[in-house]
């Protein structure tokens, strides 16, 4: 059975920049919990360090898992709706789960019953039922894939295991041993010695750390935000100064927990040590979701009455004082605040009365952001808008959210869901059981029923995100909707996009002497009104569509789409127009010409990381390798681009190519037989995502990929024979009774194996040895 996955680097956990401090037993623990049991969640106050542990737990036994260990951040889901869609993300970076006509979180089971990893879900707390109802749904589909849940409370379902984590031990105050430091000082001597490399516990102040642990209780994220102050304060100035704040911050309300008062009071005297202009700051940047740059801050938190030079100033503040984390993506850096201090600061915003005018000005920056993109979408940084867009994607929604929950805000809504078009991970991901553009889009469009020029752009949207699920019908009602509403309020722009994707729709389904002409006239629109964007469009889909339709006229209209995307440096169009180009080269009898063409779209795409079109373009060169005489290749590239469909779906992509991919199956079939014909497609799949691009594009592939080249003599003969038995999809277990050996040895022999050649799963196994194989039989037929 050939797996439905595309094999990715084994997991995504993310880097620690700071050490790992204590916790022995409760790894002990933790390891040995999910050696027999499926679920299990950890649970604690907020701040007690759930999430470290178990990215920790998650690091130490990532060998336990073939298909990886994958890290989901739920800070920043507000509605269980998107959660199948966050965890689709987290494991494909953006790519779908195919649906199928499913529920999104059958469907998100389904596509996990043949993996076997750890899930690792991050901050439950406020999407219990959802979270619940996802991990009973995986875990009684999926046998191979164990859940390791964080969360202040339990699930709740049946065979959860519960780890409770509690803070960090504290020495007696009595008898503190200064070379075996009880975990609690050593966290906090680690973290001051970031800030003061010379900090060190002395007898001199040994009981002063001692005191100060013991008033925080612990508590990892309270040392933390504590440690920070000894840059200016020495341990007996900090434990005089928090003792008196401790006393004023701590509530007496009974319902609350002591240690849930403590991590308040320890963050509220965070709060009182910050200047009132970094006060206010902490209070407005809690409306970012997933962080913000330094652009959003000073836009957006202008608005609490700084001047937009002190912003970076304040920002710096909070950061030196553990309040705002600084992260590094790229050429930009961003600033988040831990889920705590992000509530703390959502609270005082809230009794600011300023929490409506913060979340506006919140709103507006990304709307604007937005319309920026699609403005400037076809131009040289057209990629980087892509890029950046998808940094912004729960900043996005929050603003989205924000406009649809009050409806005199909902036509803001609707402007960001229309310009949603031209950001392609968000509209391909899946959210609350269909592409996430399509479900904002729809939402806007029922709060927003007025005759508008935004309605009539809202309807076109809504048209192209059905299109691109091969949804013609809901397509074809949107644009006669769009049409009658353009009319009605002449809105020429509307009405020449439902003409496009009128035409498109005829195309697709290959009726060229309905589509054409009606993809022409719109493409004489847009060169009229200069809509650049446009008129790229209505060529791409004339050039794709007629290349698949052996209409003579696409190669010409492929090389005008091709100058035009050049002409604007568009990086992601172009390649795009290379792929159409490469059809029509193959139409035209020059497979040659085809191969080079499809290649160099291949190249730009593997730069874009965009699955999607990735698999486009392999399945192109499928047919042109075909075409070139090179069967067992081609069926190696067609493996990998059916592998690619079955993660992604893209049934309008598979709808347009039904022809001339089961053309191209059934002359490889033909030509190599049933068994060779199916140890290359297998062989295909199997392939790595940097192996696939590098067998593509025939090169030397990287050193990863060098090692799982034709290598027998590497392996023992027992190890042969148990990488043989992992190709065929058996477990340790199975293994070891199969050949008659203890679990052990069998867990032994996987190890070897996995360290002999340099793998990190069971799946590069997998595929090292169908490949071994068919080389193997391809020289036994020679």
């Not at 709307?367 to 994607?393: F, I």
């Not at 039904?658 to 014909?677: E, V």
Request: net charge neutral; hydrophobic share 40%.
């Amino acid at each position: 059975m050939v797996r439905r996955t595309w094999p990715r680097p084994a997991g995504n956990l993310p880097a620690t920049l700071t050490s790992f401090v204590g916790r022995r037993d409760e790894m002990s623990v933790a390891r040995r919990l999910l050696s027999t049991t499926r679920l299990l969640t950890l649970t604690g106050v907020g701040g007690v360090g759930k999430t470290r542990l178990a990215l920790q737990i998650a690091r130490n036994t990532h060998r336990s898992y073939p298909d990886g260990v994958w890290f989901v951040d739920l800070t920043t889901v507000e509605d269980g709706l998107f959660l199948p869609g966050t965890v689709a993300a987290a494991l494909g970076h953006g790519t779908m789960v195919p649906l199928d006509g499913k529920a999104p979180v059958e469907a998100m089971a389904e596509f996990l019953q043949d993996k076997e990893l750890l899930l690792v879900l991050d901050n439950c707390e406020h999407l219990l039922a959802s979270c619940a109802a996802l991990a009973h749904a995986v875990l009684s589909t999926a046998p191979g894939v164990r859940i390791l849940a964080t969360s202040r409370e339990s699930l709740g379902i049946t065979g959860e295991q519960l780890l409770t984590v509690s803070p960090l031990p504290v020495p007696d105050g009595t008898s503190a041993n200064l070379n075996l430091p009880e975990p609690a000082v050593e966290l906090l001597t680690e973290r001051a010695r970031l800030v003061a490399p010379s900090f060190a516990v002395t007898p001199k102040n040994k009981d002063s750390v001692v005191a100060l642990c013991r008033r925080l209780d612990g508590i990892p994220l309270a040392i933390e935000l504590a440690a920070v102050r000894l840059r200016v304060l020495s341990v007996e100035q900090m434990v005089e100064r928090l003792d008196d704040t401790f006393r004023l911050l701590t509530t007496d309300d009974p319902t609350v927990p002591a240690r849930l008062q403590t991590l308040r009071a320890a963050i509220g005297w965070s709060h009182q040590l910050c200047s009132p202009e970094e006060r206010r700051l902490w209070a407005w940047s809690s409306v970012f979701s997933g962080g913000f740059d330094l652009a959003a801050a000073e836009t957006v938190l202008a608005g609490a009455g700084i001047a937009c030079g002190d912003v970076v100033t304040l920002l710096g503040g909070l950061v030196d004082k553990s309040v705002l984390i600084c992260e590094n993506h790229g050429p930009r850096i961003r600033y988040r605040l831990l889920e705590p201090i992000r509530q703390y600061g959502q609270e005082l915003l809230a009794a600011s009365g300023e929490e409506k005018t913060a979340r506006r000005r919140h709103r507006d920056y990304y709307g604007h952001q937005v319309a920026a993109a699609e403005a400037n979408w076809l131009s040289p940084e057209q990629t980087e808008w892509t890029q950046r867009l998808s940094r912004e994607g729960p900043n996005l929604r929050a603003a989205l959210e924000f406009s649809l929950s009050d409806s005199g805000e909902a036509p803001a809504a609707l402007d960001i869901a229309g310009s949603l078009w031209c950001h392609r991970p968000m509209w391909n991901s899946v959210q609350a059981g269909v592409p996430e553009g399509r479900y904002w889009a729809a939402r806007a469009l029922a709060a927003c029923p007025g005759p508008t020029p935004a309605r009539a752009k809202g309807l076109w949207v809504a048209s192209w995100f059905a299109q691109s699920e091969g949804d013609w019908t809901a397509s074809g009602r949107l644009l006669e909707e769009c049409r009658t509403l353009a009319d009605r309020i002449h809105d020429d722009a509307a009405a020449t996009k439902a003409l496009q994707l009128s035409g498109f729709t005829a195309l697709a389904q290959q009726d060229y002497e309905r589509g054409k002409p009606l993809v022409r006239e719109a493409l004489t629109r847009y060169r009229a009104t200069g809509d650049v964007n446009g008129e790229w469009f209505a060529l791409y889909h004339l050039a794709f569509a007629t290349a698949l339709g052996d209409d003579p006229p696409a190669e010409a209209v492929a090389e005008e789409c091709l100058a035009l995307a050049r002409k604007h440096r568009a990086r992601w169009s172009e390649s795009c127009a290379l792929c159409a180009a490469a059809i029509c080269a193959l139409r035209a009898g020059d497979p040659r010409h085809a191969a080079k063409l499809a290649k160099d779209s291949l190249r730009i795409k593997r730069t874009l990381d965009d699955d999607l079109a990735i698999g486009q373009c392999l399945e192109v060169l499928a047919w042109i390798t075909q075409a070139e005489g090179h069967h067992a290749r081609a069926a190696q590239l067609l493996g990998a681009a059916e592998r690619i469909w079955h993660v992604i779906g893209g049934p309008r992509w598979r709808e347009q190519t039904k022809r001339p991919h089961d053309h191209c199956r059934a002359q490889l079939h033909d030509a190599l037989g049933d068994n060779g014909f199916d140890a290359a497609l297998r062989s295909g799949a199997q392939l790595a995502r940097h192996e696939v691009l590098a067998f593509a594009l025939q090169q030397k592939p990287s050193r990863e990929a060098a090692r799982s080249s034709d290598r027998p003599a590497v392996l023992t003969r027992r190890e042969h024979e148990i990488a043989g038995l992992i190709a065929e999809g058996m477990t340790n277990k199975g293994i070891a009774r199969k050949l008659v050996i203890a679990p052990r040895t069998a867990d032994s022999h996987v190890e070897n194996i996995l360290k002999k050649l340099g793998f990190t799963s069971r799946s590069q196994i997998a595929g090292w040895i169908t490949r071994h194989r068919s080389l193997t039989d391809e020289r036994t037929t020679k």
